[in-house]
């Protein structure tokens, strides 16, 4: 590789830099690295603005909405199992449909008409509350409130507090280089042009 002139300057002071503010003892064994690098990073805090807690609901939301459907749907048909047969019959049924119309998303991922004409948001709002309807009918409403009213500030809850690991940067990997971006490509280039 060319120089370009450039020279590195000997320092004229003989004092050698003061090590004993940056002094961190070596780890002895194995052992001892894993835990000196070991972290513990929690995912679970509190906003700093009402704002911020918008949008973390918002982001929850979107990544853990099949999970928070999953929780009321599961204590949901916990209370209907002792009194309400029919309307779990109903509830098991409308849960089926609401299943295969999302597998018929899966199956056909190109269709305009199912993507695009129809809105899948708009389809599975339908689909609650004719399940809701249902349940109302069937006077299993009481355990539809009682079920939405203990559960949805739970999730609440989780929703506003829990912040997603993308807010977690480890540096040590990107300062070891392994996130970087080749560094030497560029000057392989230069050199290949300067050489032709």
């Excluded at 679970?44 to 603005?49: F, G, L, Q």
């Excluded at 299943?99 to 991922?109: A, E, G, H, Q, S």
């Excluded at 339908?126 to 409403?141: K, R």
């Amino acid at each position: 590789m060319a120089n370009y002139g450039t020279t590195q300057r000997i320092p004229s002071s003989s004092t050698p830099p003061s090590t004993a503010d940056n002094y961190e003892p070596e780890p002895k064994a194995p052992q001892e690295k894993f835990y000196s690098d070991f972290r513990i990073y929690c995912p679970i805090n509190i906003p700093s603005t009402s704002e911020a807690a918008g949008v973390r609901i918002m982001r929850n939301m979107c990544n853990f909405g099949l999970y928070y459907t999953l929780f009321v749907w599961i204590i949901l048909f916990i209370t209907l199992i002792p009194q309400r047969k029919v309307s779990l019959i109903l509830f098991v049924t409308m849960t089926y449909v609401t299943t295969l119309y999302i597998l018929l998303l899966r199956v056909f991922p190109n269709s305009v008409v199912l993507h695009r004409i129809i809105d899948k948001r708009v389809v599975l709002a339908l689909l609650a509350i004719a399940t809701a309807v249902q349940l109302i009918l069937t006077e299993a409403g009481i355990h539809l409130a009682v079920t939405l009213a203990s559960s949805v500030p739970v999730l609440l809850v989780h929703a506003v507090l829990w912040a997603s690991y993308d807010a977690f940067e480890v540096e040590d990997a990107s300062a070891k280089g392994e996130l970087a971006p080749l560094a030497g490509h560029s000057e392989n280039v230069d050199d290949n042009t300067d050489a032709a």
